[in-house]
């Protein structure tokens, strides 16, 4: 089974601000895209970055930069100078070459206070 | 449009009604997904379109849920005698691209409530 990680159902942090969200996944396929995405009470999933398992280097998108640790199948995500608006659900998701599927992870609860 | 459409924003269907959920995706796109998001939890696939071609549906959790696309534009989601497991976020996401490095454009979604 293919499954993916969020050990912290509630993160707290204040304004301007770093927060660190963890994020594990398991998969047996070497070739896969990793992605965050947040969710706002819109509902609507909000691409926030992506990270293809090929390079090694982290990504990074403004203020958000993920820590990739293949070997150890890690993928977190970190929010510098947080922003009031930063506030939302944050999913932890894959998809490999071979299926059509995204996984996602069950989700982080964000809070960000003044 | 210049985003993922779905509608209605809101359902409720008594239990044992037939429903039928609707995406507009971005004008272009090939790949067209759907989801499933029950409370608390993160999205679920339901299947997949390439086109007009449902290529994956091995998401669908029953035969009382049904899928089509037949223009490889506008597509729906029917789901039969609900049940009130059914009650859920329907997300649709469409993609321009058919590979799987590229994030999807996802809509609102539908809340479904089975009462």
């Known amino acids: 089974a293919q499954t993916v990680t969020q050990s912290q159902p509630e993160m707290s942090v204040q304004e301007a601000e770093t927060v660190t969200l963890s994020c594990t996944y398991d998969?047996?396929?070497?070739?896969?895209?990793l992605f965050w995405y947040k969710q706002p009470p819109s509902r609507q999933m909000i691409l926030v970055i992506r990270?293809?398992?090929?390079?090694?280097q982290n990504a990074t998108e403004n203020r958000f930069s993920v820590n990739f640790q293949k070997a150890a199948k890690s993928f977190s995500l970190k929010i510098s100078d947080s922003q009031l608006g930063d506030a939302a659900m944050y999913f932890c998701?894959?998809?490999?070459?071979?299926?059509?599927?995204?996984?996602f992870g069950k989700g982080t609860s964000l809070l960000v206070t003044p | 449009g210049a985003g993922v459409s779905q509608s209605p924003r809101y359902k409720v269907a008594k239990r044992g009604q037939d429903v039928a959920l609707r995406c507009d995706p971005i004008s272009g796109h090939v790949s067209l997904f759907w989801y499933q998001q029950a409370l608390g939890q993160g999205p679920e696939f339901l299947t997949y379109?390439?086109?007009?071609?449902?290529?994956?549906k091995s998401g669908l959790p029953s035969d009382r849920f049904f899928a089509e696309r037949p223009e490889g534009s506008v597509s729906t989601l029917k789901i039969q005698r609900t049940q009130q497991e059914d009650s859920a976020v329907y997300l649709c996401?469409?993609?321009?691209?058919?590979?799987?490095?590229?994030?999807?454009?996802f809509g609102s979604g539908t809340r479904l409530t089975v009462v």
């Open positions: 998969t047996s396929e070497s070739d896969y895209y």
């Open positions: 998701a894959y998809r490999t070459d071979s299926g059509y599927a995204l996984n």
């Open positions: 996401a469409s993609s321009q691209y058919q590979g799987p490095s590229y994030g999807y454009t």
């Open positions: 379109f390439q086109n007009e071609a449902q290529l994956d």
């Open positions: 990270q293809e398992a090929y390079k090694q």
